[in-house]
């Protein structure tokens, strides 16, 4: 097992972290910028490192620097976390040369899975079910485009290679927007990814996004967890998660199996995430893999019980999962809230600054991952997300009253939140009676057609 590991995050994961190291008896090293000096994860680590200035070009992102601190502080592991570096296969290289363990899939598997047009080809090939669409990428010239795109079937979606999380896409209608529709998208994606590879697929109206944790050993065994349901998101950032979703138990077993599937198809190593789009008539295609621990692992920690970060750290170091699929059980209903430093009475801006007070919330069935504090200052250099609050309850309308509850303890001062935003969307009808799809904010929150 690993004698120290250095977490190259920050914020409420970085926390989350290097809480699973000291319980498992691993020394830590955080590592900040400058105006991150005073952080909670830096408090709370055996040792810390000043990496460079708050721009993470320059800090979070400085796979020099980061190397460097863990040479100087003798760390023999690396956690990414999510975001930053997590899903960077020239750092997971780097790691590796230096012997530095990467706490993270395969780097091929970083690769193949970062690349969304190579992912659903692999998966294709695996027997997972893909949206129907082009094998290959294509280009506003490419021959027989119009009958190409005619055989998917209109409404289509144009989608980077190198996308994902929803930049670079753009929704067809009809025929006569697709020429306009892929040069847009191509030119989008060349300037946000250096890549811009396109390719078409029919458009899912509606859909819901729910994805499979999963979790692989070094001997090629895999697990999955019961789905998180991630519909409910603002500019394809996630607002609202929960476990169960309300798919059937039979549609449940049958996508799981498919999400272990993914996984072996891969050589899946760590903990990852498949995602999946399922349509209203109970379809599911696959969307992508996530090859890091994602914002909302504490949801299948509350509803499993297991501690997936403990999981991920205990596995790359290569011990064997020791439980298969059938050992998962489903404890109840979850609910986390994403509390993000942002005006959702003013159109979510962001709102960094110093917190000058914070009533947290707690009591039975409540978990708060958090890094905030009494006169913590949000920078506005980073995300903003400042907490993640979690419910569980036996039943999804207990959980939603918990949440409530939990919510109405739950007071900052000095800067906005969304607070406002997460008691609306459990006070709504359609919300409560689990009418929840990708496009939920827009048509039932603000009405849109
Ligand atoms: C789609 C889709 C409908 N049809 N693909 C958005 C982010 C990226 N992961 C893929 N996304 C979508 N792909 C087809 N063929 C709808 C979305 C989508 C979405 C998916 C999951 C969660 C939120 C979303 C919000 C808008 C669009």
Redesign the pocket.
């Known amino acids: 097992m690993f004698n120290k590991i250095l977490i190259a995050n920050r914020g409420e994961i970085a926390v989350r972290i290097i809480r699973a190291c000291r319980e498992m008896g691993i020394r830590t090293v955080a590592v900040h910028s400058d105006i991150d000096a005073e952080c909670l994860h830096v408090k709370f680590a055996d040792e810390s490192v000043c990496i460079g200035p708050a721009q993470s070009s320059e800090s979070y992102l400085n796979i020099a620097n980061i190397i460097s601190a863990a040479e100087i502080t003798g760390a023999d592991a690396i956690h990414p976390g999510y975001g930053f570096l997590s899903e960077n296969t020239y750092f997971a290289d780097v790691c590796e040369s230096c012997n530095i363990k990467f706490i993270g899939p395969h780097k091929t598997t970083i690769q193949q899975m970062g690349d969304k047009s190579t992912a659903k080809k692999t998966m294709r090939k695996a027997g997972i079910p893909t949206?129907p669409g082009t094998e290959e990428c294509i280009t506003a010239e490419t021959p027989k485009l119009f009958k190409i795109a005619k055989k998917i079937g209109y409404p289509l979606?144009v989608k980077a290679s190198a996308g994902?999380?929803?930049k670079g896409?753009r929704i067809v209608p009809s025929e006569d927007a697709l020429k306009n529709a892929i040069i847009t998208a191509q030119t989008e994606a060349k300037a946000a990814f250096g890549n811009g590879d396109v390719y078409l697929?029919?458009?899912?109206e509606e859909?819901k996004?729910i994805e499979f944790q999963i979790l692989g050993d070094i001997k090629g065994n895999v697990v999955s967890y019961p789905e998180r349901d991630c519909?409910i998101?603002r500019r394809?950032q996630k607002l609202i998660e929960e476990s169960p979703s309300n798919i059937s138990p039979k549609l449940r077993k049958k996508m799981g199996h498919y999400a272990r599937l993914a996984a072996k198809a891969v050589d899946y190593f760590t903990a990852g995430t498949i995602?999946f789009?399922v349509d209203k008539k109970e379809n599911f295609y696959f969307?992508?893999m996530n090859t890091r621990i994602q914002v909302e692992h504490p949801v299948t920690e509350m509803v499993s019980g297991v501690d997936l970060v403990k999981e991920q750290i205990r596995l790359a170091g290569g011990e064997p999962l020791g439980y298969n699929y059938d050992d998962v059980v489903i404890k109840g209903h979850v609910i986390e809230c994403r509390i993000n430093a942002e005006d959702s009475e003013k159109d979510f801006i962001p709102s960094p600054g110093k917190i000058e007070s914070v009533i947290f919330p707690g009591g039975p069935g409540v978990r708060l991952d958090t890094h905030i504090y009494p006169g913590y200052t949000v920078p506005s250099a980073y995300d903003s997300l400042l907490a993640k609050l979690l419910v569980i309850d036996t039943k999804r309308e207990k959980a939603i009253a918990r949440m409530q509850r939990a919510l109405s303890e739950f007071e900052i001062t000095g800067i906005k939140t969304t607070i406002p935003f997460h008691k609306t969307t459990l006070a709504n009808d359609y919300f409560k009676k689990g009418e929840i799809y990708?496009n939920f904010i827009q048509k039932r929150l603000y009405g849109e057609k």
């Open positions: 949206i979606i994902g999380g929803g896409m697929e029919k458009y899912l859909p996004h519909s998101q394809h995602e789009l969307m992508e990708t």
